[in-house]
C-alpha cells in the first residue's frame, strides 16, 4: 500500500515539476505565478503536493513568509506530511541574511513530535528520514558555526546516499554555503563556497530552470574573484523566477561585483518596483518595502553618475518612512535606509554636506541582546558612517571615540579580531593623523591595512571608505602621482569598475604626464556614465585635453 502510495505521489511531483510556474490551484496559488521548476518525490498525500512543491519552490527563493504559509496548507491536507514539517522549520532561518527566530522553527518541529526520536519516527522512507535528520542537527541546541557544519555534512550525505536527487544536491549547496559563512579564515571559507558551486552547478545544469541551483550559485560566486563564473546562474535566475522579488534582484550580486552597472541597475529597478507592488496589493506599510533593493539601486545609479536619479531615490525612502510609525529595530532595512542612502551618495560624489549631519550618538551599539546580528551589524555600519561624516567635515571627535573603541577591543581580543573590524580602525586611525596634519602617518597606516582589506573581499556595494580609494586619495593630496594611481588601480582590483576609483586613477595617471593610460581610463568613465546627468558628464575632459 505504502509503495503504490509513493509511487503515485512521484508521478503527481514530476507533474507538478512541469506546471510548479503556472498553478492550477486557484484557492492557494496566485495565478501566473512563476518561481521556477522543482521535484520532490515524498510520501505525502497527492493533495498536499502542490502546496508543498510551492512552498519549496518560495523557499529556494527565500521568500520564507510565503513558504511557511504553503508549507503549513500542505501540513493541514496531510497531518502526518513530516518533510512539510522540516522545511517549515528551515523556513524562520534566514541565516544568509544574518537573522533567525529559533523558537519559532523549533515550535514548528514541536508540532510534528515531542522530541528528535519521535519525530524522526514519523518519516515514512529512508530519504525523508535522512533529510528529517540533516533538519534536526540544524535546530540543535549549541552554537551557529556547530549546527550549520553539522547541517553541511549532513545534507552532503543525503546528496552522496541519493545522487540523482536534485532537491540533495540543492539543499547542499546551500548547508556547505551557511557553513562557509560561520568559518573564520577567509582561505577555508572561500573553499566552502567552491564545494557549494559544485553542488549547484550539477543541478543547474541537470535541471536549468531550478530555482535554487541559480540562486544558490550566485551566492557561491558572489566575490570580485570569481564572481565570472555566476554570470550565466545570474542571466538566467530573474527569468527562471520572474514571480520572485529575490530573484529580480539576486543576479546584481554578480553584476556589481564585476562592475556592470547597467545591468545592476536594471535588475534592482525591477526587484523594487515588485517590492513597491507587493507593498501595495497587500496594503502593507512602507517598512515592508524592500530597502535592501533600494540601497543596491542607489549605489548602481551612482556609479553611472546618475546623481539626479540617486537624489529621487533618497527622497522617496524618505517620504515613504515618513508616513511610518517609528521604526525599530526588527526592522533595520527600513530603519538605517534613509541613512545609508545618504551616506553613500556623499560618498560617491564626494559633496559631504549634501544632507544635514545627524548628531553623533553611540547608544545604537548597545542593542538589546533580542535584537538580530543583522541589527546589530547595520547599527554598527550607521554609527561609523555618521563618524565618518563628521570628520570629513572637519569634526573628527567621532572618529577618535570609535578608533579609542576599536583599538581597546582590539587590545583585548588580540588574534580573534575580524579583518571586518580591523580595517576600519585603521582608517579612522589615518583620519585622524591626517587632520593632525601627519599626512605620511595617515599613508603609512593604510598602506598597512590594504593588506587586511583585501583578506576580505566585498559583497555587494563597498563599505565605508574603501581603504585602497582613501590611500589614493592622500598619496594625490601629497603629490605622489604614480603611487597614487598604483594604489587606485589596487582599488579596482578589490571593487572592479568602480566610478570614484577611475576619476582617481585617470586624474593621477594625469599629473603624472602618462597621457594615454588617462585617456584609456577615462574612456572607461565614459562608458559607466553612458547615461549620466549632464553636469556629471561636464567633469569630464574632452577627448586630447592634457590639462587635469
Known amino acids: 500500500m505504502l509503495n503504490d502510495r509513493l509511487i503515485r505521489s512521484a508521478v503527481v511531483a514530476c507533474m507538478l515539476a512541469r506546471t510548479i510556474s503556472a ?11 512563476k518561481l521556477g521548476a522543482v521535484s520532490f518525490a515524498n510520501s505525502g498525500a497527492a493533495s ?117 536527487d536534485l532537491e540533495a544536491q ?83 550580486h554578480i553584476f556589481v561585483a564585476l562592475g556592470y552597472w547597467d545591468d545592476a541597475a536594471h535588475s534592482n529597478e525591477n526587484a523594487w518596483k515588485a517590492s513597491r507592488a507587493h507593498v501595495a496589493a497587500e496594503h502593507a506599510p512602507a517598512t515592508d518595502l524592500d530597502f535592501h533593493t533600494l540601497n543596491w539601486l542607489t549605489y548602481a545609479y551612482l556609479q553611472q553618475g546618475r546623481y539626479r536619479a540617486a537624489r529621487i531615490l533618497i527622497d522617496s ?23 545609508q542612502l545618504q551616506f553613500k551618495y556623499m560618498r560617491e560624489t564626494g559633496d559631504w554636506k549634501a544632507w544635514a549631519v545627524q548628531p553623533f550618538d553611540t547608544t545604537e551599539l548597545h542593542l538589546p541582546s533580542t535584537a538580530t546580528l543583522r541589527a546589530q551589524r547595520m547599527a554598527f555600519s550607521h554609527v561609523l558612517e555618521t563618524a565618518i561624516i563628521h570628520a570629513m567635515r572637519g569634526d573628527t571627535t567621532p572618529v577618535s571615540i570609535i578608533a579609542r573603541r576599536m583599538r581597546g577591543q582590539i587590545a583585548q581580543r588580540g588574534g580573534t579580531v575580524a579583518p571586518l573590524e580591523r580595517a576600519p580602525a585603521a582608517m579612522f586611525d589615518a583620519l585622524i593623523l591626517r587632520a593632525r596634519g601627519d599626512r605620511d602617518a595617515a599613508i603609512n597606516v593604510l598602506l598597512k591595512a590594504e593588506t587586511v ?76 556614465w553612458s547615461h549620466a546627468d549632464p553636469p556629471v558628464l561636464a567633469q569630464l575632459p574632452k577627448s586630447g585635453t592634457r590639462s587635469p
Open 23 to 33: 498553478q492550477t490551484d486557484r484557492h492557494t496559488h496566485p495565478a501566473g505565478e
Open 48 to 164: 498536499a503536493q502542490p502546496d508543498f512543491l510551492r512552498g519549496l519552490a518560495l523557499l529556494h527563493n527565500f521568500d520564507y513568509d510565503a513558504a511557511s504559509r504553503a508549507f503549513r496548507s500542505a501540513q493541514q491536507r496531510d497531518r502526518s506530511f513530516a518533510i512539510a514539517y522540516w522545511l517549515d522549520a528551515f523556513t524562520f532561518s534566514h541565516m544568509l541574511w544574518n537573522e533567525e527566530d529559533l523558537s519559532a522553527a523549533r515550535a514548528t518541529l514541536a508540532r510534528l513530535g515531542a522530541d528528535r526520536a519521535a519525530r524522526l519516527a514519523k518519516a515514512k522512507t529512508p530519504r525523508e528520514r535522512a533529510y528529517g535528520a540533516a533538519v534536526e542537527a540544524f535546530f540543535t541546541d549549541t552554537t551557529e558555526a556547530a549546527r550549520t557544519r553539522a547541517f553541511a555534512d549532513s545534507m552532503r550525505s543525503v546528496a552522496a546516499a541519493f545522487p540523482t
Open 170 to 252: 540543492a539543499f547542499a549547496a546551500l548547508a556547505t554555503m551557511l557553513a562557509a559563512e560561520h568559518v573564520g579564515v577567509f582561505g577555508e571559507a572561500n573553499r566552502l563556497s567552491l564545494v557549494a558551486a559544485s553542488y549547484a552547478d550539477r543541478v543547474f545544469r541537470a535541471q536549468p530552470n531550478h530555482p535554487g541551483a541559480a540562486h544558490y550559485l550566485i551566492h557561491a560566486y558572489d566575490d570580485p574573484s570569481r564572481a565570472a563564473k555566476g554570470l550565466d546562474a545570474a542571466r538566467a535566475y530573474a527569468r527562471i523566477a520572474p514571480s520572485s522579488e529575490h530573484a529580480q534582484h539576486m543576479p546584481s
Open 317 to 339: 525612502a524618505r517620504l515613504a518612512l515618513a508616513r511610518s510609525a517609528a521604526v525599530g529595530f526588527d526592522q533595520p532595512d527600513a530603519r538605517f535606509a534613509e541613512s
Open 453 to 528: 582589506a583585501d583578506s576580505v573581499p566585498p559583497v555587494g556595494p563597498v563599505a565605508l571608505l574603501p581603504v585602497h580609494e582613501l590611500v589614493g586619495a592622500m598619496l594625490f593630496d601629497a603629490g605622489r602621482y604614480p603611487e597614487a594611481a598604483a594604489a587606485y588601480t589596487r582599488a579596482l582590483a578589490y571593487a572592479p569598475n568602480r566610478s570614484a576609483a577611475l576619476i582617481g586613477l585617470a586624474l593621477s595617471q594625469r599629473r603624472a604626464k602618462n597621457f594615454a593610460a588617462s585617456d584609456t581610463t577615462y574612456a572607461r568613465l565614459r562608458a559607466n
